[in-house]
């Protein structure tokens, strides 16, 4: 799947004249095999020192009794806070020719075009203290936040909404939970710096509920770490599936370029995967990490045509009068189609 979404960036290096230099390092449960760890220091080396990281997804079935140092998982955490990517940007828009596969249905949902910024650096993934004490029968993680921490986040999202439709919407649990009183407090003040931009607080559970109700009155959802992880798995699947979306993780260096979805060990080389989610993983690597809106725009443009053909892969109902593709097939399709590009 990495492979599909590399090829889309040869097709923009051809058609915008641009070269690209693309190493390749493990990381996940590969790298543990071969190295005993998910994020050797060499992978890590590489991507400190790289322009942009795509990654592809992590976690394998096999990991599942490991200690946390032998985790996938562990290494992508490590990984994003390595870089210092504070702020997860996850676009879930609905595609005009996957109306039908929304499980909201009626008019509700057209339009539909949130940009989750999630919190990717603190919360309660990374909190001290934290482990499983099996002989006490007890387990603790810790949720904290720090002022300096939600500011930045607050700012980005702010940033982000002036070049949209203006209005945030920042995601907590302030009924129950001191730090997020503390989120809606900074949060309100970094707000007073952005008047021309509508802020408004909701309550994580409301949120779950209003994303399926009324998934199209939303701009930007500005969330923490857990729920932003929670609320994109659920936006994936209002715009039709998991397998669209792509996220950028971005911060004071290099930015980290990533599908939403997981690696999928079931389907994994079967050429079954939808590629859209990496491709447009790469879309966002062009317009933050190297500043080509342009090759950036052609590439979902690209997605969007080959979608309009009829193309789907198999998580996707087929279209009436397209056909069901795999993996690869649906990649060299948007590549050619950026090849294309006027
Ligand atoms: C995601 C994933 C990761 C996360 C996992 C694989 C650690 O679910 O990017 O949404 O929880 O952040
Ligand atoms: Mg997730």
């Known amino acids: 799947m990495s492979e599909a979404a590399l090829a889309v960036l040869d097709a923009v290096g051809e058609r915008f004249a641009v070269g690209f230099e693309a190493s390749r390092h493990p990381v996940g ?34 990991a599942d009794g490991e200690p946390p140092e032998r985790r996938p998982e562990t290494g992508l955490l490590k990984l994003r806070r390595a870089l210092g990517c504070y702020a997860n940007l996850r676009p879930a828009r609905l595609y005009t ?43 603790v993680n810790t949720l904290v ?9 607050a700012r980005m999202a702010f940033e982000l909404a002036r070049v949209r439709r203006r209005h945030v919407v920042s995601i907590d649990k302030a009924n129950v939970l001191d730090v997020s009183r503390l989120w809606r407090a900074v949060v309100s003040e970094v707000g007073r710096g952005y ?13 779950a509920m209003e994303l399926v109700v009324r998934p199209s009155a939303w701009d930007v959802w500005l969330t923490p770490n857990l729920f932003g992880d929670i609320l994109s798995d659920e936006a994936g699947a209002v715009v039709g599936s998991l397998g669209l979306l792509g996220s950028a993780s971005l911060g004071d260096g290099v930015g980290l370029y990533e599908p939403v979805h ?24 062009l317009r933050h ?26 998580d996707l109902q087929p279209a ?18 950026v090849r294309s590009t006027t």
């Open 195 to 207: 008047p021309d931009v509508r802020l408004d607080h909701m309550l994580v559970d409301r949120a």
């Open 289 to 314: 990490s190297f500043g080509l809106g342009d090759a950036a725009d052609a590439v979902e443009a690209a997605v969007e045509d080959a979608l309009n053909e009829g193309l789907r892969t198999a």
């Open 262 to 285: 997981g690696s999928a060990p079931d389907i994994a080389g079967e050429d079954r995967a939808n590629p859209v989610g990496a491709i447009v993983s790469v879309a966002l690597l």
């Open 320 to 337: 009436g009068g397209g056909r069901t593709v795999g993996t690869q097939a649906f990649a060299r399709a948007v590549a050619e189609a």
């Open 29 to 62: 449960w590969t790298a543990v095999l071969q190295s005993g760890s998910p994020l050797p220091d060499a992978t890590l080396e590489a991507c400190r020192n790289a322009e942009a990281v795509f990654l592809g997804a992590v976690g394998h079935p096999d």
């Open 145 to 153: 936040y720090t002022r300096p921490e939600i500011e930045r986040i």
């Open 97 to 139: 020719a996957l109306r039908e596969q929304s499980p909201v249905s009626g008019a509700r949902e057209e339009g539909t075009d949130l940009l989750l910024v999630r919190e990717l650096a603190g919360g309660l993934y990374y909190g001290e203290p934290r482990g499983w004490d099996r002989e006490a029968g007890r387990a």
